[in-house]
């Protein structure tokens, strides 16, 4: 993977960047000793790693306005981070910029449960979000996989969805406004409290574009009341196939569960070892939630398991308790962790309709035998959001770029079939590459002037989402 | 000048191209409320559903699509748009035929926007012409999508300035089997704002929550969903709102139906002369617009966050409105008015300064519905 030459002029003046740095904001904000930055080398993309010029780290919005008009003065790019949990390489500096992460502003500002909202600075977790309000009966809807961690300032760069978008959609559909720095060090204020924000949809321009456009530091969302209740439904299938087939006669038999997961062999495999959560041992399973009153989730899992037996599962087990509901989804949960500890897998991120399921499951597995890499599936299967885990050895020699080679294939394959290269990790400096396969000239170009727009220097985490030569001119313009 | 109706995406793009003056984009013609000059272009020639995949509760349509064929495609199938678009003919006192490109031009969300968001919430795809008469896809049609920026949602609500819609693609949801409404009777909007807020904060999955203030004043909660759980839902709801008086409840589906579009459409305003406002404020300032625009008639949709208010023709209504945040759009009113005052809220000057170098940007030539959402060209810039 390529990144751009870093700017000589720009590296040659780090000692003044980060004096006017320092003396422009508090004590412990700026660090820049090698030993200091180095947390900050990478994000969750630990294969590609990168010393940045400075990190700074604020504490307010006036802060963040600060260090942005400084460094648009110094003409010096800024690579906005969360909690670096990226998996597409989003947070990964090159060596002439600075890091702004927002960590320090995790602060709730207001919880209003007559409007249903909560209004926070964006370093918070995404966990904790939920945390501050669950005690008195609501939650914070979308929930990454790595919602312990995530920070909500990279949930809103990355539009992140997670197991229940099925019923409550990703962040832009939570998200109703922000405070955001542009990169000149206005402060603007986009949306509020209500419902629809005025003018252009800026909020939805902004969710998902991967810190390219402004440094988002609060954010007021849409919090909602707990459900009645929620009851899982494991089932196991004799492949893949037939487990997405399931899949697409749910969808269409009208019943909507608030989350479909999907796992296939390799995956229960590992997780059992890992997590011991009994599941059953089979091809492919799906566990299926769904949520309401006792009435709505009886009417809901009949149809539900009805559909399943017409698919001959090798399994079939409702939750009758919230322990059994919490055994059902254990192994689910500790999915990742349980696969990083026998291998390391590159995690894909494409996005199919969930009537291709079959298709695009028989396809990876033809690939998987050509490159003779194994590849386990878990992921959020009633929106076609896909994981497939690419398995493989980071000490053998030409792993890693054939691993990388085959996910590329796979990706081609999403969008071959209508889907899309990513649904929730984002391009980053991972897709780059790849945008080409799913977008024209014109689409693109469209892009890149919205980017003008936000920041004609084109200074905001420069070098991702877009293939290099087509920002090129944009990039070398600005310096 | 004969109106311009392209009937397919390459003829759409040759006649952008080709315009030497203003282009009034227009679908069905039953939303425009803005008065443009202009050569009429109209998608009402772009018709069709172009894909269905009920089982990936997916349908793509080309804008000129007549809402009520896709409205009744999904019917067909049990499902149908979540985002309950409003029809305006009642209150614009417009004819025609609403179109889908239509209802995304102007981001036309009903009553269920409370629980199953906005237009913008469910349209996952487009295919546009920017002002240049090139054509421009983003998104496509799977709900979880961030590859490249989101130029779907900046597409619904820009009314045409941005580009001219080609087709366009939904999320849709499956329908429900039963539906109830619930009334209270008697509550100032204080009172009603804070039984919608109870309602709405309670587990029970409100689809609707709307306060028809005046003499016999009204408060609706709508719930749906399998017969059973509607029914259960009902008791319950009922009992948890004792606090507010005796609840009426109403299972006619033909009924339900009739009040929800009635909300929908804001059609107590139908054929009347008053100015017409359409404000989006937090719920809980609901009462706080009500009580700042006393005399006026009004319609408190979304729990009390959308208010419709229908005040004497000239009336300031954002200057009484100061001090409360939210945004205030003029629907219906006389040229002057409409001159004087704007149609659209004003904006924050960064925000502005955005929004139009996003029109400089899509449409260079400012030929798109000019001036509708705001000058083409920017003012000399301030420095600072």
């Given at each position: 993977m390529d990144m751009p030459v870093p700017n000589a002029a720009i590296m040659s003046r780090k000692v003044e960047v980060v004096r006017r740095l320092s003396e422009a904001l508090p004590d412990n904000t700026v660090i820049h000793e090698p030993n200091e930055t180095r947390a900050y080398e990478c994000d969750a993309l630990t294969a590609y790693k990168c010393a940045p010029l400075a990190v700074v780290l604020p504490s307010s919005t006036e802060e963040v306005a600060t260090i942005l008009r400084i460094c648009h003065e110094e003409g010096v790019p800024v690579v906005p981070r969360g909690s670096g949990t990226s998996l597409a390489g989003g947070a990964l500096p090159t060596a002439d910029s600075v890091i702004l992460g927002v960590a320090r502003l995790n602060e709730v500002i207001e919880t209003n449960y007559d409007d249903r909202y909560i209004r926070v600075?964006?370093?918070?977790t995404n966990l904790s979000v939920t945390g501050a309000v669950e005690e008195d009966g609501f939650f914070y809807a979308p929930d990454p996989s790595s919602q312990l961690a995530c920070a909500i300032a990279g949930n809103i760069a990355m539009n992140s969805g997670g197991a229940h978008c099925l019923k409550y959609g990703v962040t832009t559909n939570n998200l109703l406004g922000v405070t955001m720095v542009m990169m000149d060090g206005t402060v603007t204020e986009i949306g509020g409290a209500h419902l629809d924000a005025a003018g252009y949809d800026l909020l939805g321009l902004i969710c998902g574009s991967e810190g390219q456009l402004g440094v988002v530091t609060e954010a007021t969302l849409r919090i909602l009341p707990k459900p009645e209740g929620a009851r899982p439904v494991l089932i196991g299938f004799s492949s893949n196939e037939v487990a997405g087939a399931c899949v697409s006669d749910i969808i269409k038999a009208g019943v909507l569960p608030v989350a479909i997961e999907f796992m296939d062999r390799p995956c229960i495999r590992a997780t059992e070892a890992f997590a011991g959560a009994g599941y059953p041992d089979c091809e492919a399973l799906l566990i299926v939630e769904v949520e309401g009153s006792d009435a709505e989730i009886d009417e809901q899992l009949g149809k539900i398991k009805k559909i399943a037996e017409s698919h001959d599962p090798v399994e079939l087990r409702e939750s009758g308790s919230p322990e059994e509901s919490a055994r059902i989804w254990l192994g689910r949960k500790s999915a990742f962790g349980a696969m990083g500890q026998i291998n390391d897998y590159i995690c894909l991120d494409g996005t199919i309709p969930v009537n291709e399921l079959p298709k695009v499951l028989g396809g990876i597995r033809d690939l998987s035998q050509r490159y003779g890499l194994e590849v386990a599936n878990v992921f959020h299967a009633g929106d076609g959001n896909m994981h497939p885990l690419i398995l493989f050895d980071a000490n053998k020699e030409g792993d890693l770029d054939k691993a990388e080679e085959m996910g590329a294939d796979i990706l081609r394959l999403c969008v071959e079939v209508g889907g899309c290269l990513t649904g929730e990790h984002g391009v980053g400096v991972e897709k780059r590459d790849l945008m080409t396969a799913q977008f024209t000239p014109d689409d693109i170009e469209a892009q890149l002037g919205i980017k003008d727009v936000f920041d004609p220097a084109w200074l905001l985490n420069p070098a991702k989402v877009f293939p290099l030569a087509s920002t090129e001119t944009r990039r070398i313009a600005a310096e | 000048m004969a109106q311009i109706e392209p009937s397919n995406e390459t003829e759409l793009g040759e006649a952008v191209q080709a315009a030497d003056g203003p282009l009034r984009i227009t679908g069905g013609g039953t939303r425009s409320f803005v008065p443009v000059d202009g050569r009429t272009l109209s998608t009402?020639?772009?018709?069709?559903?172009t894909l269905y995949e009920p089982g990936a509760l997916t349908i793509v349509a080309r804008a000129g699509t007549p809402l009520s064929e896709i409205k009744d495609t999904l019917s067909a199938e049990n499902q149908r748009l979540p985002f309950e678009p409003m029809d305006h003919r009642a209150i614009l006192g417009t004819e025609g035929e609403p179109t889908i490109g239509g209802a995304v031009a102007v981001n036309a969300s009903g009553p269920r926007r409370i629980v199953a968001g906005a237009c913008r919430d469910c349209l996952i795809g487009v295919r546009f012409v920017d002002g240049t008469g090139k054509l421009i896809r983003n998104g496509g049609r799977v709900m979880k999508n961030v590859t490249g920026y989101d130029l779907v949602k900046l597409m619904a609500g820009s009314h045409g300035t941005l580009g001219v819609l080609s087709e366009v693609s939904f999320k849709v949801l499956p329908g429900t089997a039963a539906s109830a409404t619930l009334t209270l009777h008697g509550l100032s909007p204080r009172q009603a704002t804070e039984a919608m807020a109870r309602a709405m904060g309670s587990p029970f999955e409100i689809s609707a929550a709307a306060h028809l203030p005046g003499d016999s004043p009204a408060t609706h909660l709508r719930l749906e969903g399998f017969e059973a759980s509607v029914a259960y839902r009902t008791e319950r709801l009922t009992a948890h709102l004792a606090a507010y008086g005796d609840v009426s409840v109403e299972t006619d589906p033909g009924r339900v139906a009739d009040l929800w579009r009635d909300i929908r459409d804001a059609r107590m305003f139908a054929g009347r002369s008053e100015d017409l406002w359409r404000i989006s404020v937090k719920p809980s300032d609901g009462p706080r617009v009500a009580e700042a625009l006393d005399g006026a008639s009004l319609l408190m949709d979304w729990a009390g966050g959308l208010v419709w208010a229908g005040v004497e023709a000239g009336t300031d209504l954002r200057g009484r409105l100061s001090g409360i945040k939210g945004h205030a759009t003029?629907?219906?009113?006389g040229h002057d008015t409409r001159a004087r005052l704007g149609t659209f809220h004003p904006e924050a000057p960064p925000l502005a300064a955005i929004a139009r170098g996003l029109r400089e940007r899509f449409d260079p030539r400012g030929i798109?519905?000019?001036?509708?959402?705001?000058?083409?060209t920017a003012p000399e810039p301030e420095k600072a």
């Open positions: 600075q964006s370093g918070r | 009402r020639g772009l018709t069709g559903i003029l629907l219906r009113a798109l519905n000019p001036g509708l959402m705001g000058p083409a």
